[in-house]
């Protein structure tokens, strides 16, 4: 199993702010990382596939890099749509796996 | 873009079997891979299993939490997937997805279009 971690579990942050959320797999993924952005009681949201790529549709001040072992996801300036919970997810092994998630509130 | 809508979620109790389908529309899916995920109360999303398109052999892959437990199908003709839950224990309490899964290449997928979810409550 490929397992994915997250730094931080959570953070505080005010509109405009740039954010940025780490998240690290436990062997080496290439660049077979997503992520996505879950508002409770709705359907998560693709952001960020093959670690740089944004989905159709996604605000560019969302951004994605990384390769390997280590990946961020970006937020240039935080806007009030924003406050929610982040996930990272591998596809490299058959098995996907997602990330514990980041919880991004409003300070 | 394709719309998922889960149903058949509920209180069953454990031990017991359910089954939850996810109907999709708006395009054809017979080409899709879809994966089911679930959230438990107060956690992060959980991959649970996935089927390939017919034309890949309409094989599956299972997390090892359900392995053995959980059957994913589909029917083509009914634009239709089927979670079929079997044995399950308090810890399958949770929201379950659908989603289908964009490739960007072969073996590279996303989780492109997803459903609301449906309920399973596992409980005495």
């Known amino acids: 199993d490929i397992q994915m971690t997250q730094s931080p579990s959570s953070l505080s942050a005010s509109v405009g702010d740039r954010v940025t959320i780490t998240c690290r797999a436990s062997?080496?993924?290439?660049?077979?990382l997503n992520w996505y952005q879950h508002k409770s009681g709705k359907a998560p949201r693709p952001l960020i596939y093959?670690?740089?790529s944004l989905q159709s549709g996604v605000p560019s001040r969302f951004s994605g890099s990384g390769s390997g072992t280590e990946f961020t996801l970006t937020i240039s300036s935080l806007q009030p749509d924003d406050f929610a919970t982040y996930y990272c997810?591998?596809?490299?092994?058959?098995?996907?796996?997602f990330g514990p998630g980041t919880k991004v509130e409003i300070k | 873009e394709v719309q998922l809508v889960e149903s058949g979620g509920g209180l069953v109790k454990p031990g017991g079997s359910l089954r939850l389908s996810c109907v999709a529309s708006?395009?054809?899916?017979?080409?899709?891979?879809v994966s089911w995920v679930r959230q438990a109360p107060g956690k992060g999303l959980e991959w649970v299993g996935r089927?390939?398109?017919?034309?890949?052999?309409?094989?599956?892959d299972y997390s090892v939490r359900v392995n053995t437990r959980f059957t994913i199908s589909r029917d083509d003709s009914k634009n239709t997937f089927y979670l079929q839950m079997s044995r399950l224990q308090s810890e399958d309490t949770a929201l379950y997805f659908c989603?289908?899964?964009?490739?960007?290449?072969?073996?590279?997928?996303?989780?492109?279009?997803w459903g609301q979810g449906a309920l399973v409550a596992v409980s005495s």
């Open positions: 989603a289908t899964e964009e490739r960007w290449t072969y073996s590279g997928t996303y989780f492109d279009s």
């Open positions: 708006g395009r054809t899916v017979k080409d899709a891979w």
């Open positions: 089927i390939k398109s017919t034309s890949d052999g309409a094989t599956t």
């Open positions: 062997q080496t993924i290439s660049i077979y």
């Open positions: 093959a670690s740089s």
């Open positions: 997810q591998q596809s490299f092994s058959p098995l996907p796996s």
